[in-house]
């Protein structure tokens, strides 16, 4: 017998954004870097954090009620903490911190996405290029404080999946390795610390340089993670035994995701690996909703970009040369398309 239909899954989702609104307030807010310190009242919270007696309760409760926080006790006297999931990729200090982007959705996506019927109808970006022509990335890196969030926000996005790439992956065989588009150095880092015997170059252009230096010399690996300034549209990529490219290629038209792919496979060595990093949508179409709407993201925030099946990975590596190709799950939504020259 069919079950009768229910409206409960279109209002969650229709109405998702009440949740993900508190979630990205409480992030905005240092909730939980706050509840870090320790467990706190509502009292107490109110007042760390400037909340408005008239709020404060129900969007502590709510937090609870959505699995953020944990409260010991009921009324005036009951205390609020982080659960375990929010102590280590919700406290800004954690080293798993995933904050970073959401506090990028919050600042700017969420605004952005509220055009996403504009988008549907004209194809065209709905975020900073619309108020100064400039695409999305040259004002990123035209303001320093803009720069930096973006970086944490994708080190936030990319921090499980480099960690489980260098576990996951075979890396034996090779000896160098390039991330092309690396931001933080974040990918390099987690297989250098891995994979002792690996040499890696993060190359990205020269505003985020720096912030790579600084964010590799704390890692403690300075002597076998360089960094390098290459505009990977003007110049080819340095040789190297495998080609990384952590949410790198979804930025782009099929064109200009093409280039780089030929670009990857000039700068390998017979049976080299080129390994893009997305979230590789399933070949149905019909499972992974987050790289779908990733996909989606990349219509609201670029003139051409879009994510990809496995099959397309594999149909686009195919025409320019390389001959075994698979697609390796890591963490979440998110893939490795690796590809073999």
Known sequence: MLDAPNPGHIMQVGLGFWASKVLLSAVELDLFTKLAEGSCTLAQLSSALGLHPRA?????????ALGFLGRDGDGPGARYSNTADAAMFLDSRSPAFVGGLLKMANGRLYENWAHLTEALRTGLPQ??????????????????????????????????????????????PYRTMIDAGGATGLLSICVAKRHPHIGAITIDLPAVEPIAKRTIAAAGLADRVKTASVDVFAEPLPKADVVAMGQLLHDWDLPQKMHLIRSAYDAL???????????????????????????????IETPGGFDYSGADFARWCREVGFKSIEVMPLAGPTSAAIAIK
């Open 127 to 172: 975020n900073e290029i619309k108020q100064t022509g400039k695409p999305v990335f040259e004002a990123i890196y035209s303001s320093p404080e803009a720069l930096e969030g973006f970086m944490r926000a994708m080190a936030g996005i990319s921090v499980g999946p480099s960690m489980a790439l260098a576990e996951k992956f075979d890396f034996s």
């Open 56 to 64: 404060s309760r129900d969007f502590l409760d709510a937090l609870v």
């Open 269 to 299: 060595p017979v049976g080299g690996a080129f390994i893009a990093v997305d979230n590789i949508i399933d070949d149905a179409r019909r499972e992974n909703a987050f790289g779908l709407l990733m996909s989606l993201n990349m219509l």
